[in-house]
């Protein structure tokens, strides 16, 4: 199967819309459980959490990719420079570091690789817009959360080296770019 990725901008929203609002898909986080979303009540709704993420976009700041089937929107990486996410828990000596923090692939793509070719399109994406390092916060396969980070092993097979402990699950990975 053959893939495509794009990264996600103002003319491609539509299709990070309908990804987003799909069976299965986080559309009622719209992943911004890193971001600082604006909200009316204590706790921001769905509408709220979409509305931020298109602010981000119309604005021009990197959210992440799509991947692409035949045309359609199959999956979804959020990278984007660390400093537009609330703190992570990461390596705060370095400095142009760019955060990988959420990966949704739909059902029927899952167990292709998807994971591997969206690692090594979203350090692409980064280098080529600035970064100096990637970070990421996978966790253990057998982890009961935040597994939409990605895993350790994957963030592994990519070169990425473990800096430190973020809580109980989380695994900050670090990746220096040439």
Request: hydrophobic share 35%; net charge positive; glycine share 6%.
């Amino acid at each position: 199967m053959t893939f495509t990725f794009r990264p996600i901008d103002t003319t491609n929203w539509s299709d990070f819309e309908t990804l987003m609002e799909s069976q299965g898909a986080p559309h009622n986080c719209w992943c911004t459980a890193w971001l600082d979303v604006e909200k009316q009540n204590k706790k921001a709704e769905k509408s709220e959490k979409k509305a931020t993420m298109k602010k981000r976009i119309d604005n021009g700041t990197p959210v992440g990719l799509l991947a692409y089937s035949n045309g359609k929107p199959i999956g979804w990486c959020a990278i984007a420079p660390r400093e537009t996410y609330k703190p992570l828990g990461g390596d705060e000596t370095k400095q142009q570091v760019w955060s990988i923090v959420c990966f949704f692939i739909k059902r029927d793509f899952r167990g292709q690789g998807l994971s591997r070719l969206f690692l090594n399109q979203a350090v692409e994406f980064a280098a080529n817009n600035g970064a100096k390092y990637i970070e990421a916060y996978p966790v253990a396969k057998d982890s009961p959360s935040y597994r939409f980070m990605g895993f350790k092993s994957t963030f592994e097979k990519a070169k990425f080296k473990f800096v430190k402990n973020a809580g109980t699950r989380r695994h900050v990975m670090s990746k220096e770019l040439d």
